[in-house]
């Protein structure tokens, strides 16, 4: 029997957290109308399958088989892809549009060569693994922000800025009113005063 290596369970969640990444990415595909969303998620969702059956294969390769689960929770992504909302209020609703890249930060797969067993073929296999899934982190990122940056110079402001816009004017009116009840307090007060005299 084949000695289980010390990685084989990273192997494992790569391989499932991926399938599950491309069904989540494919699902909006599917029901993208916008040109680039579609061009982008294309080329990302068939590198999260590419990625699933890689790991697959490497894991049967090690002399093992791959234990099917969900790794990740995508309820609420997948919610929001499959409604009929816009591409742009789905990439909104995603936090996509707040997402920020620091190129100096570690990022989630910064750890991955930790374990020093790691033999040659499944390093390859990491190593490109991480230059994809850091590469469709930019372009998911770009493509939201070209998306939001078409979205505003449409003319159309986000539903957030229009809602602040109303509530700003709500609380002045409020206050204005107040003011007025304020005055009209104080004054109908002295009035009382002046007239008991």
């Keep these: 029997m084949t000695d ?28 993208a109308t916008d040109p680039d969303v579609r061009a982008t998620l294309r080329v990302v969702a068939n ?10 294969k490497r894991i049967d ?12 929770d995508f309820t609420k992504q997948m919610e ?28 989630i ?8 067993s790691i033999d040659i073929q499944t390093g390859a296999l990491l190593g490109r693994y991480i230059a994809e899934e850091r590469d469709s982190t930019r372009m998911i990122a770009a493509c939201a922000q070209a998306l939001r940056q078409r979205h505003s110079d449409s ?20 206050e204005r009113l107040t003011e007025l009840v304020s005055e009209g307090s104080s004054s109908n007060g002295k009035r009382k005063a002046k007239t008991a005299v």
């Design 47 to 56: 590198r999260e399958r590419e990625h699933s059956l890689a790991f697959t």
């Design 61 to 72: 390769e090690l002399g093992f088989e791959l234990e099917p689960g969900d790794v990740l």
């Design 80 to 107: 929001i892809v499959t409604s009929g909302r816009s591409d742009y209020e789905k990439a909104e609703a995603l936090g996509l549009f707040d997402r920020k890249i620091d190129p100096d930060e570690p990022d």
């Design 155 to 174: 003319g159309t402001p986000d539903r957030l800025d229009q809602l602040e816009q109303k509530v700003d004017a709500v609380c002045a009116a409020v």
């Design 109 to 116: 797969f910064a750890g991955l060569f930790n374990d020093k």
């Design 4 to 31: 289980k290596p010390s990685y084989l369970g990273m192997l494992n969640a790569i391989a499932n957290a991926e399938r599950q990444g491309y069904e989540y990415l494919n699902a909006w595909y599917e029901r």
